[in-house]
């Protein structure tokens, strides 16, 4: 198994915010926040932050799925929340879904939130156990959390299989970004141990295809 090779932290390059932003995601984000219905049938209201929000189609479909709640989406890179921001208001949904410019490090409170969603971020950290602490530390007793990310596979020669599979008619900027987070993510092992250290074991993990993990459960 290759070892995990890190990517640049922020997606703040405008070309490359611009290219992942143009790109159709809707089967994949609708999937996460239908997802988050299926594990969590009871939940239907709150305050819901989702970290690492980028262009926060996310945080649109769940709002949009969860007509009472409110969505916080926070990104630290500004070109992507810039871009999010229009597409909330496009969607009419600035009532319901905030978004701010910060590092996840830096969200600042202790149960705040009911419940907690992450696409596609864990593998940009240099320190993962920070990020499961600070979730940790976000949400009140009781909340529904959904994580969910890339899966490494076992060599180069393999995470260019899965790039010419799924991109194969993406921009190169994008191929190469997805590429290159493929060799930046955990392995389903690396996120057990972080959630056996942190003492988040009532959190389970899934692998729902041959490139993505799944972690959800209730946080207490
Ligand atoms: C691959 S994108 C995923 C965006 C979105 N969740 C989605 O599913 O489309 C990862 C995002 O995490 C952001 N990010 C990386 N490190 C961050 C940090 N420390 N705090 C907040 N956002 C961060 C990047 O800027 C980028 O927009």
């Known amino acids: 198994m290759m070892d995990r090779i890190l990517e640049p932290e922020l997606m703040d390059d405008p070309a490359q915010v611009d290219a992942y ?11 996460f926040v239908e997802r988050f219905k299926e594990y969590f049938p009871e939940f239907s209201e709150g305050k819901v932050l989702d970290l690492g929000c980028g262009p926060a189609d996310i945080p649109i479909r769940f709002a949009k799925l969860y007509p009472i709640c409110q969505v916080l ?5 500004a070109p992507m ?5 229009q597409a909330v208001k496009q969607a009419g949904l600035a009532d319901r879904v905030t978004l701010r410019c910060e ?3 830096e969200v600042a409170g202790a149960r705040i939130v009911d419940a907690v969603m992450s696409n596609s971020l864990l593998h940009h950290l240099p320190n ?3 990020f499961w602490q600070k979730l940790r530390q976000l949400v009140r007793p009781g ?8 899966l490494r596979p076992e060599s180069p020669e393999a995470a260019q299989t899965i790039v010419d599979r799924y991109a194969a008619g993406a921009p190169d900027i994008l191929r190469r970004d997805f590429y290159n987070s493929l060799l930046a993510a955990f392995t389903e092992d690396e996120v057990t141990t972080q959630l056996a250290r942190m ?6 993990i899934d692998i729902p295809d041959d490139r993505h993990w799944v972690v ?3 946080v207490y």
């Open 81 to 85: 929340i810039q871009l999010g921001e």
């Open 216 to 218: 959800g459960g209730i």
């Open 103 to 105: 590092r996840y490090e």
């Open 21 to 31: 932003a143009a790109m159709d995601f809707s089967a994949e984000n609708q999937g």
């Open 128 to 130: 993962p156990l920070q």
């Open 143 to 150: 909340a529904p959390v959904l994580v969910m990310d890339l």
């Open 73 to 77: 989406g926070i990104d630290a890179s």
């Open 199 to 204: 003492n988040l074991t009532r959190l389970l």
